[in-house]
């Protein structure tokens, strides 16, 4: 008899301590949930970018998709602008940096070879809910006719850091005033004009950078410059470059979505 109570002793301690496992497992979770919560203006359980480039089938990824682009790694150019220079020597990701006057946009921008690093990594390669802004992969800032679109990703903060600003533009005043974003990149200083705001459906490839000839090029940009809340005298040629800026809306299937052209260089 004082064998099976010892027994069932041993059964209740040893359930009690998996109760306390278990327990402490799902606090962690809920914490790190909460503190997630806690940081983003909003949560989207979406991807903050589409990953898959439209051209591909999900089977027909692989390593070679995402791998880096001779860009990080490149040899630096004379005319790189001392602002990149400065945080490229700490962290040789840094391709560029960008600056919008009257917001708190002014940060390196960084290139990982990927559209994932810096979704959860600062500019010290540390882990982080706020990331930092990048670059998309597909991009080429040396040679920025390659694509023609320049993508740049960035959270969108409760702090109001990161690219929280960019909800500022969908005030008419707000997107008069600040129509110049400066982003200088390793192929030298630029400033870029802004001409569309609108909030993007998932389902809009707005992120493309493959046009078959330069006519498509245009019917893209002006369509989307057609789907800005507010309108411009901007007219758009197959020679502009654009840049495109991206975060989250309040709607998990949209992204809130700002176009600029290049008009210096």
């Given at each position: 008899m004082?064998?099976?109570?010892?027994?069932?002793g041993l059964i209740a301690a040893i359930a009690c301590i998996m109760l306390l496992v278990v327990g402490s497992v799902i606090y962690s979770s809920v914490s790190e949930e909460k503190?997630?919560?806690d940081a983003f203006d909003f949560l989207c359980t979406a991807p903050l970018i589409m990953e898959t480039p439209k051209a591909l089938a999900a089977e027909e990824i692989?390593?070679?998709?995402?791998?880096p682009s001779p860009i990080a790694s490149a040899t630096p150019v004379p005319q790189i602008p001392d602002k990149v220079m400065e945080y490229r020597v700490l962290n040789e990701?840094?391709?560029g940096y960008i600056n919008i006057k009257?917001?708190?946009?002014?940060?390196p921008v960084m290139y990982s070879g990927d559209n994932?690093?810096?979704?959860n990594n600062d500019f010290n390669k540390q882990s982080s809910y706020y990331g930092a802004i990048f670059l998309d992969y597909r991009c080429d800032v040396y040679d920025m006719?390659?694509?023609?679109?320049?993508?740049?990703?960035?959270?969108?903060?409760?702090?109001?850091?990161?690219?929280r600003s960019l909800v500022y533009y969908f005030e008419k005043d707000f997107?008069?005033?600040?129509?110049?974003?400066?982003?200088?990149?390793l192929a030298g200083t630029m400033d870029w004009e802004v001409f569309a705001i609108f909030e993007a459906n998932i389902n809009f490839y707005y992120i493309d950078t493959e046009f078959s000839n330069e006519i498509e090029w245009l019917k893209f940009i002006r369509y989307c410059q057609s789907l800005s809340l507010y309108e411009t005298d901007t007219v758009l040629t197959p020679e502009d470059i654009v840049l495109t800026l991206s975060t989250c809306s309040t709607d998990k299937d949209h992204r809130v979505v700002v176009m600029a052209r290049l008009i210096q260089h």
């Open positions: 004082k064998k099976k109570n010892n027994e069932n503190a997630a919560s692989t390593n070679d998709v995402v791998s990701d840094t391709i009257g917001t708190v946009i002014d940060y994932e690093f810096y979704l006719a390659k694509t023609k679109n320049i993508i740049l990703y960035g959270h969108r903060m409760k702090d109001g850091s990161m690219f997107f008069d005033s600040h129509r110049i974003v400066r982003f200088d990149t």
